[in-house]
């Protein structure tokens, strides 16, 4: 069984106005911490007012989900938008986001899977293309008119493009290194000036040709704590994984070995910390204070999730500190 944890090394009450003036201060010096997505009820009463989601008296799950990134936004300055990982973002939307934050808040997306995946999982929602290759897989057309453009009418809040790979079996790429070419080609024909950032799920690909193709192009990678992937501290030990001058970026989302559903059923409802994971929270502190010591040369994002210890939020007020 696993003990709640929530206020082991860090303070037992929940400090909303000092986490906001501390993260405030990160992004001064182009540090950007925030979560993987934001609509979560377990975090009433820590980040969100649940009076102002009630409507006859009943707690409005829609108001909810349509305002909450107005409040969010007033404590963190950046957000992963994981929901464009599903579907093609479109101008109505992504409008309606900017809308609710304010100037200085960066969004980061991660890119539709139409271009990253390169052949259709049993999924449900891939319906009847499930078990058939992907004709669109990297296809640097699509993704510029259908993902780019509409991302130009708020560009200015656009922190982060992450092109999320899942995991490739041999009968999709034999080496890694046919990857690494097909992924070289790709980046080659996208247009320039936006920020980019590569998330791969195989670790057997964290090789140097990967790492200098992506800085190459002037393009991150994001280490990422994943079930099947070393554990981002060591993949920040890599020679030559910090491939942007510019950019850096982090999403913690499981501990290493642990599997999504597990944490799920673990973890929910989110509103509380039940498992620390010690070295996630100090590689995510180390990434902070290396962005800033560069003196704003470059960005760095840092992403956590709730599924990593079991509220996202306590687990960045504590790597924060």
Known sequence: ??????????????????????????????????????????????????????????????RFERDCLAEY????????????????????????????????????????????????????????????TNENFLNAEIFERAFLKPCETIRKHVGLLMFEFSKFYPTDFERGRDFVEALDQFLGKLPKGWPYGVEIRNRNFLHPEYFEMLNKHGVAHIYNSWAEMPPVHEQMTMPGSLTSPELCGARFLLKPGRKYQEAVDTFSPYNEVKELYPEARTAGATLVQQGVKSEGKRTTFVFINNRLEGNALRTIEAIVQ
């Not at 109505?92 to 997306?109: G, H, I, K, Y």
């Open 73 to 132: 936004s007033e404590v963190f300055k950046t957000v992963c938008v994981d929901a464009a990982y599903y579907k093609f973002p479109d101008h109505r939307s992504l409008e309606n986001m900017a809308q609710q934050v304010p100037e200085d808040f960066r969004f980061a997306f991660k890119v539709t899977d139409e271009i990253t995946i390169k052949k259709f999982s049993d999924l449900p929602r891939h319906g009847i293309r499930a078990g058939k």
């Open 1 to 62: 069984m696993l003990r709640s944890v929530a206020t082991e090394g860090i303070n037992t009450a929940f400090d909303r106005a000092a986490l906001k003036a501390r993260l405030a201060d990160l992004a001064a010096h182009g540090v950007y911490v925030g979560t993987s997505s934001w609509k979560y009820r377990g975090w009433c009463g820590m980040l969100y007012d649940e009076a102002r989601y009630v409507f006859r008296k009943r707690f409005a799950e829609s």
